[in-house]
């Protein structure tokens, strides 16, 4: 960094140059996708990778490949948890974000367009 700031200023300029959507709060039904979609990149980053052969080590057979035991091993474990948290948490964040951007809605009374249509004329004359 430069005395009068500049790569400080730069920093800024690409922050803010940043989608909304990635400064979204933890606890916010696009904080929850956004996570989602992370961890879903992530793990498909891995899988097209390859590692998913590395995940034999863990029932005691060799990995096939050149990587020595102890890097398969731990490629492994990366995999699994990532894996894991693919199944597990990307659908329960999904949810949730739909169950919290819906429950939001119904705190400010702001329903479906097909809820809010007005009946048409009554019958009763």
């Keep these: 960094m430069t005395d009068d700031g500049t790569h400080t200023s730069r920093a800024k300029r690409v922050l803010h140059r940043l989608p909304r959507w990635h400064r979204a709060p933890l606890f916010s039904p696009t904080g929850f996708l956004v996570r989602a979609a992370i961890l879903s990149l992530v793990y498909l980053v891995l899988h ?3 590692l998913r ?3 034999s080590i863990l029932s005691g057979s060799a990995a ?3 990587l020595p035991t102890s890097v398969s091993g731990a490629l492994g474990i990366i995999y699994v948890c990532f ?3 693919f ?3 990307v659908p329960i964040l999904i949810i949730a974000a739909g169950v919290m951007a819906a429950g939001a809605r119904l705190w400010r009374g702001e329903r479906s367009p097909s809820a809010s249509a007005e009946p048409g ?5």
């Design 64 to 66: 096939s490949g050149s």
């Design 121 to 125: 004329p009554s019958s009763r004359g």
């Design 87 to 89: 199944v597990l948490f």
């Design 48 to 50: 097209a990778a390859g």
């Design 53 to 55: 052969s590395c995940v």
């Design 83 to 85: 894996y894991f948290a």
